[in-house]
């Protein structure tokens, strides 16, 4: 816990918090000023704004030890502002609320309208209060009301810009002294970090061009395609991709146990995708035929930490073609599934999904070519993805659905 | 949701910033946290610890120069939209800011938490991609980099940054007198992820002509003219064929709707450009 210093309606406060306690929580819960509603608790509905340092902000979204030293307004803190009793008169004559859970957001940001763009010619109000959710639809007569108040000219006058003031998030370092929360000194010195594998290569990895078809989702499970061609024999391709061990070592983020006795595969994926972190274990299943150079793998995985699941399959099959100077090459053609469940599943993005399987994608298919140029049994640590920021890997398959699915669901 | 536990440190420097992070790889910037603090919420981010840099004195920083304006990290949308920085685009820079979520969000939203967190669907992305603006980058032991916007940014979501580094600035050209910007952005309601989005700067004293489509699911795709050149590309590009040629060869796939919004998108910054 932290001890937390700021201004609150004009009063100084202290309170103590955990670093993960929001803004809103911290007013309701400890200084139950219940006026600021919580709606959706990601920064979509706009009932939980506020003012810090006299801009507005969404406090479910800003955590209170971020907070420390600002000046926080509420909407009990409007009770004797000039702007806000129009705005109030203004609610209450065009019938601006219905159930009211909206209302102390949706005047604060009405107010802050007023108080920057009073003067804007052909001010769209609608666009501007596009922040703030109404679920009783009704948003004419907010709309109205916010109307009127302009109409009514500015009562204060528009505050000037004054160029010394913090361009950054409120508060800023004129705040308060500098506390490091429960966090280890700032100055410790930089212990080495274990840096992202690096490729022993013997060679650099060179670009292979990977093709994504359309991502589909079909009853739930999203559904592509991947092709490239490596500059190698089909024979040498096979005897990597028909063992998932040496499979799975092509994979950035996959670490494979031993084989066990019934032939099952058991592993870990990490993931690393922007702030996304996720550790999925699992298990599946390979089959393998030799004449087709075709394999098939399944597995489903749980990530602890969030309890998402996953569930997915890869076939891929090897066919002869020819390299840039007739010299023998293999297409390898995928074709591949997956479904997730779970806190994951919600972050749907599949327009995300296309450039992150294509990356994957490619990073296999590099760290393969490199493998079957590596003179003996050589280390090559796969090749990563995006600069290192972004590790994903996948047991030729079954992982991969998972993370690509982080992004796919839904199409926001 | 409420977020997972986590620590929390507040430097006031930006050595003592990257020494937290190199320290702890689960460790995670946090600026505005108007990205980052959704995803805490909803748990899909679970950082060991947040190292807010919204403290740190250099990173509200203006620099001005002769050819270019360089933006701290943490100055944020509003701030740019307000008018309260030296503009090297001649308003270019907060009209775009006007239109970013909203104003609650742009309040707190930083421009280098924008370009850390290298969403394909945010307005800085592309639009400095195609004003040709350098990221620096500060690192451990006071390593200092830059890079061009469009080699920073690798993926969705993934950028150039190595453990321990942070976006300390944007570095954005000068704009000429003649210069002139397009920007359009299709989304589904104001403010939410837009599902595409068009930018073209011509700047034909400098020799810029540089389009660029974003919100395509991966880094932004540039169109871009040689010097001289850049009128004859604009004026090429008024046609809806020609734009989704162009588009297809930069790299720009999706299904046909996603390739129509793109088209659509960059056909209306175009047509700014080159409107009398």
Known sequence: MTRLSLEVNGRPVTVEVAPRTHLADVLREQLLLTGTHIGCEHGVCGACTVEIDGEIARSCITFAVACEGARVRTIEGFDDDALMARMRRAFTTEHALQCGYCTPGMMIAARDLVRRKAATPELDIRTEMSGNLCRCTGYAGIVAAIESVVAEGPAVPATAADPARWRGPAPGPDATATVAATAPSPTAPAAPRSAPAQATAPAPARPIAVEVGPVTVVDGETRFTESFVLEHPPEAVWALMSDPQRVAACMPGLTLDPPGPDGRLAGRMEVRLGPITAGFSGEGTATRDDSARRMVIEGRGRDRKSGSQAAGRVEYVLSDTAGPNATPATRVDCVIGFTLQGPLAQFGRSDLVRDLVARIGEAFARTVDLRLRAPGDATVAPVPLGGGSLLVGVLAGRLRRLLARLFGRGDA | ?276
């Open chain 2, 1 to 276: 949701m409420k977020a997972a536990a986590f620590d929390y440190a507040r430097p006031d420097t930006i050595a003592a910033a990257c020494a937290l992070l190199a320290a702890d790889p689960d460790a995670k910037v946090m600026a505005g946290g108007q990205s980052l603090g959704p995803m805490l919420n909803l748990r899909l981010a679970q950082p060991s610890c947040l190292v807010d840099i919204t403290r740190i004195r250099d990173l509200g920083r203006i620099e001005e120069s002769d050819d270019a304006v360089v933006l701290g990290a943490v100055v944020t949308h509003a701030a740019i939209e307000d008018g309260r920085i030296a503009d090297p685009s001649r308003g270019f820079l907060p009209r775009v800011a006007r239109g970013i979520a909203y104003r609650a969000v742009r309040t707190r939203g930083t421009v280098g938490g924008s370009l850390a967190h290298a969403d394909p669907a945010a307005d800085w992305l592309s639009t400095l991609t195609a004003l040709g603006a350098e990221i620096l980058i500060s690192g451990p032991h006071g390593a200092r980099r830059h890079l061009p916007v469009g080699d920073f940014v690798r993926g969705a979501m993934s950028t150039a940054l190595e453990p321990g580094e942070i976006v300390d600035g944007v570095r954005i050209p000068r704009l000429s007198a003649a210069a002139r910007c397009g920007f359009h952005k299709i989304c589904r309601k104001t403010g939410e992820f837009a599902e595409g989005m068009g930018v073209a700067v011509h700047d034909p004293e400098r020799g810029v002509c540089r389009i660029v489509a974003g919100a395509g699911g991966g880094r932004p795709a540039v169109i871009e003219a040689s010097r001289g050149a850049g009128s004859r590309l604009l004026a090429r590009l008024v046609d809806a064929e020609a734009v989704r040629e162009a588009l297809i060869e930069a790299g720009v796939a999706g299904d046909e709707y996603r390739m129509r919004v793109h088209v659509a998108a960059v056909r209306r910054a175009v047509a700014e450009v080159v409107s009398p």
